[in-house]
Every structure is written in C-alpha cells, then in structure tokens.
Nanobody, 121 residues
Framework: QLQAFGGGLVQAGGSLRLSCAAS????????MGWFRQAPGKEREFVAT????????YHVDSVKGRFTISRDNAKNTVYLQMNSLKPEDTAVYYC????????????????WGQGTQVTVSS
C-alpha cells in the first residue's frame, strides 16, 4: 500500500514537501513516480526515480522547482516542490513499478490515494 500526504493550500512562490509512505511490503526495489491530475484534465507525469535513487527525471514544467528523492530505509519517497505556481494545483499521486523508471502511468502497478495541492495566486 502507498499513502501520499503533505498536500495543502499554499500561496504562489511557496513550498511543500509531499511524502509517499509504503506499508505492507517493501518498495525498495521498485521505481517510484509522482503524477498529478487537475480538474477536467488527464493524469500527467511529474517525476520518477529509480529504485536506488541514482536516476531521476522530471517533466519540463517542474524542472528546477521540484525534486524527487527517496529514503529506502524509511520506505518513503518525497517530492520537494518549490516556487509553486497556480498551475501546479492538482491532486498528486505516487505510484510504484518494478524495473526501470518511466513516464507512462499505465506501466505503474501500485498507486496511492492522492493528496490535494492548491496554489493560490
């Protein structure tokens, strides 16, 4: 099971750190990803990280502002979000998959329930 938390309401330019905690099984050998879904839009890729944490990839719209990381000892993945913009408003989901980290959400096997991030202008 995956549980995402840390969302909230923040003003533009502010920061939040999302966490995704795994329970029931270890996800240390899984690639992890963060996705987001705004109202009326498709769920989109945000960032992904390899099982070791050695490889990461962020979508262009968040590069330089968001950073994905993981702590395998804590079975937790993070998304540090800085310089938030109103267009970052969405429900953020974490997900896990075996193998290499990729952008395609359909390849992910496990999903958390989502946490709401709202950025006011």
């Amino acid at each position: 099971q995956l549980q995402a938390f840390g969302g909230g309401l923040v003003q533009a330019g502010g920061s939040l750190r999302l966490s995704c905690a795994a329970s029931g099984r270890t996800f240390n050998n899984y690639a992890m990803g963060w996705f987001r879904q705004a109202p009326g839009k498709e769920r989109e890729f945000v960032a992904t990280i390899s099982w070791s944490g050695g490889n990461t990839y962020h979508v262009d719209s968040v590069k330089g502002r968001f950073t994905i990381s993981r702590d395998n000892a804590k079975n937790t993945v993070y998304l540090q979000m800085n310089s938030l913009k109103p267009e970052d408003t969405a429900v953020y989901y974490c997900a896990a998959k075996l193998g290499l980290p990729i952008l395609n959400r359909y390849e992910y096997d496990y999903w958390g329930q989502g946490t709401q991030v709202t950025v006011s202008s």
